[in-house]
């Protein structure tokens, strides 16, 4: 599948689109695949099919094995702290749903609507929306925030909706010239 040196890759977005992209200079492993021909080959088409294939395959083991356990693993060490309060989900998280049985990269993901309290004043679960109209409320102990917090995205909006500072400058005096002073006759 992925030779040695493919998995010392940092695997970026362009790599979805076009595999083993080098940015600044013509690397011929790389097809160039917006050029306006018409001869493309059934063989090059499907090359570079496998090598799309291989790159989403390789992202989405990542995803799986690495990415999704680091956050899992941060947000187990976060909980067992004793300022666990203070990194509970907060309205507008957007979180993945642990569910038994099913393996964490298919665990659904989810918005926080609302966080139910109890006598004591901690959240105890939270009412979530999955998809356009699922309404689900789970314990906030099966709740894994992703890295994107609603402060984040509060700020986001914060910034994009305040108006840039203007700068006033005062008027300044027009200046005569010698040619503006003559007087025709």
């Known amino acids: 599948m992925f030779s040695h040196s493919d998995q010392n890759l940092v695997l970026r977005p ?3 689109i076009n595999p083993y992209f080098r940015l600044g200079r013509l690397s011929n492993t790389t097809p160039l695949r917006y050029e306006e021909s018409s001869n493309e080959s059934y063989e090059s088409i499907t090359s570079y099919y496998a090598d799309l294939r291989k790159t989403l395959d390789h992202f989405w083991e990542l995803w799986q ?5 680091a956050l899992a693993e941060k947000n187990a ?6 300022q666990a309060a203070k990194c509970q989900p907060r309205v507008g998280d957007i979180v993945l749903i642990r569910q038994e049985n099913i393996p964490r990269s298919m665990w659904p993901m989810g918005l926080v609507l609302e966080l139910l309290t109890s006598k004591d004043g901690l959240p105890r679960s ?3 929306r999955t998809g356009k109209k699922n309404i689900l409320e789970r314990s906030v102990n099966h709740l894994v925030p992703l890295e994107v917090t609603a402060a984040d995205v509060d700020n986001l909006e914060r910034r994009k909706t305040s108006p840039a500072p203007t700068r ?4 300044r005096a027009v200046k005569k010239s010698s040619a503006d002073t003559r007087t025709y006759q």
């Open 77 to 82: 060490k976060r909980s067992s702290r004793k």
């Open 65 to 69: 094995k690495e990415y999704l356990a």
């Open 14 to 16: 362009i790599d979805l």
């Open 168 to 171: 006033i400058q005062p008027p």
């Open 126 to 128: 939270a009412r979530l």
